[in-house]
């Protein structure tokens, strides 16, 4: 299938007005159908950092000083990579008010999987958190991020071009998540973060790399979805979908209609 050339990366990355593929199921008939929409979007996601390739390597600068490489985990541990930003609130609600939350499975998890939150431009800019101008803005932001959510993992602050969004995925992705082995494998992607998805891709991870150490064989298999996200549905997090957006300034008919939120009014 083509790709759709309105979906291509925005003329000005930090822009007032990003795009979004949340018009795919925006826009789909009820019944569980699926617009035209999703074709281009598979298409569209698949086309960058596919399912089985090396991932792309990045290093750049960790919240706190310093800065963070992802080769550096190499036949080391897994990585997950969450790219996400203030002005977002998946972003954000999936960091710690979700349950599971980012930070309860890497509690669980972090022997085995290191986790990386990549911040990008923001996601749905508004009147009151609005495009990134320079490196200061994404790290003030960032900082607000971990004020409010105490990230417990690596937040790595991506360059104000977004580099490595864009060697990762079409930006119009806002908040995509990657899995990457010891190897440096892209095992699991997926075009939207939702927690609730990622207990069993973890323990499967795990497993994979426990057993890639001593068997020479190792039996594995291939699959693809289209689900349904837990987190707008949730009720704390469809509370804080609210706070967020009145602290971003950001009206609700400017996100188009949003699961959870627009059900309260039927």
Known sequence: MEIDHRYTPDETYNTPT??????????DPMGGELNEEWGRLIDTFRST?????????????????????LSDLLGKKSVLIVFGCYACPPCVTN???????????????????????????????????????????????????????????????????????????????????????????????????????????????VLWDKRSQTDKTIKKTFSERIRLLHEPFDGNCNARIKRLMGEIGLAQAAMGAIPGVDSEKM
């Open 95 to 205: 960091v710690r008010t979700s349950n599971p939350s980012l930070v309860s499975l890497y509690e669980i998890y972090k022997q085995d999987i290191e986790f990386c939150y990549v911040y990008t431009r923001e996601a749905h800019p508004g009147q009151k958190i609005v495009p990134h101008t320079s490196m200061e803005d994404k790290r003030r932001l960032a900082q607000r991020l971990q004020d409010e959510e105490q990230l417990t993992f690596p937040l790595v602050i991506d360059d104000i071009e977004g580099t490595t969004q864009r060697s990762y995925v079409d930006p119009h992705f806002n908040n995509p998540v990657f899995l990457v082995n010891r190897a440096g494998i892209i095992s699991y992607k997926s075009a939207w973060l939702d927690s609730s998805e990622l207990p069993q891709v973890l323990e499967d991870q």
């Open 18 to 27: 990003p795009g979004s593929w949340s018009r795919a199921w925006q826009s």
């Open 49 to 69: 950092a596919p399912l089985g390739s090396l991932a792309p390597d990045f290093e750049q600068e960790r919240l706190g000083g310093g800065t963070w490489r």
